[in-house]
């Protein structure tokens, strides 16, 4: 079952700070975050593990609550590159059904 | 370091011919995800396959679809007598390890493939 994200879409104001959420109906395993650009293959960000295990970029930082199946990616000082779609990708606690979220588009403007 | 390899970028296709989409993984890479990108939505998984193996296809349609990661070239997916639903961005993703799990997905560039 596909997670949801909140918000669909967030306009920014260069150097602001954005929060993406991500949230799933079902126990989960890992979450995963994803940055693509229009016309772009998505690019890794982050993988947030069951337990508090984090791999990814240091600029990037973000949370998983494993009780409440949820996680939110924290975007600060944003910049112009920042722009583009995010998508977390969750999979559940029997380690199948890795799953995309529907994304959010995120507009950084000067 | 090559990453992932996939070809055509482009490919226009008629109602009711073949389409065979190729993804070569990162070097030392044995699983592979497919997954379609329609114009404006996310991305929907469809197979994942290890050499020789298909793990996970649930999220391929039983008919017209199939795909192949053999021991030796790229993988595969080929779409038979296209429709115009097919249209859509077609992306291979790699990983060392099986991916999804606490290890990362690298994507390839996509393939596009319109139906006319």
């Known amino acids: 079952q596909q997670p949801v994200q909140s918000p669909q879409a967030v306009i920014l104001r260069e150097g602001e700070d954005a929060v993406i959420n991500c949230s799933s109906s079902?126990?989960?395993?890992?979450v995963h975050w994803y940055r693509q650009k229009h016309g772009e293959a998505p690019v890794f960000l982050m993988i947030?593990?069951?337990?508090?295990e984090q791999k990814g970029h240091e600029k990037i930082s973000a949370s998983f609550n494993e009780k409440k199946q949820q996680s939110s990616l924290y975007l600060t000082a944003s910049q112009l590159s920042y722009s583009g779609t995010y998508f977390c990708?969750?999979?559940?606690?029997?380690?199948?059904?890795?799953?995309f979220g529907p994304g959010t588009r995120l507009s950084v403007l000067p | 370091n090559a990453g992932v390899m996939q070809n055509p970028r482009h490919l226009v296709r008629r109602r009711g011919q073949e389409a065979r989409l190729r993804c070569s993984p990162v070097?030392?890479?044995?699983?592979v995800y497919w997954y379609r990108q329609l114009p404006e939505e996310g991305l929907k998984f469809m197979v994942y396959?290890?050499?020789?193996?298909?793990?996970?296809e649930s999220g391929m349609p039983k008919e017209r679809f199939s795909a192949e990661f053999p021991k030796e070239g790229p993988s595969i997916l080929r779409i038979q007598q296209v429709v115009r639903g097919d249209s859509a961005a077609y992306f291979c993703?790699?990983?060392?390890?099986?991916?999804?799990?606490?290890?990362?997905?690298?994507f390839g560039p996509g393939t596009r493939l319109t139906v006319l």
């Open positions: 993703a790699s990983s060392q390890l099986p991916g999804g799990g606490n290890n990362e997905q690298f």
């Open positions: 079902k126990a989960l395993y890992s």
């Open positions: 947030l593990l069951k337990g508090g």
């Open positions: 990708g969750t999979l559940d606690n029997y380690g199948q059904n890795f799953v």
């Open positions: 070097k030392g890479h044995s699983h």
């Open positions: 396959l290890q050499k020789e193996n298909i793990i996970d």
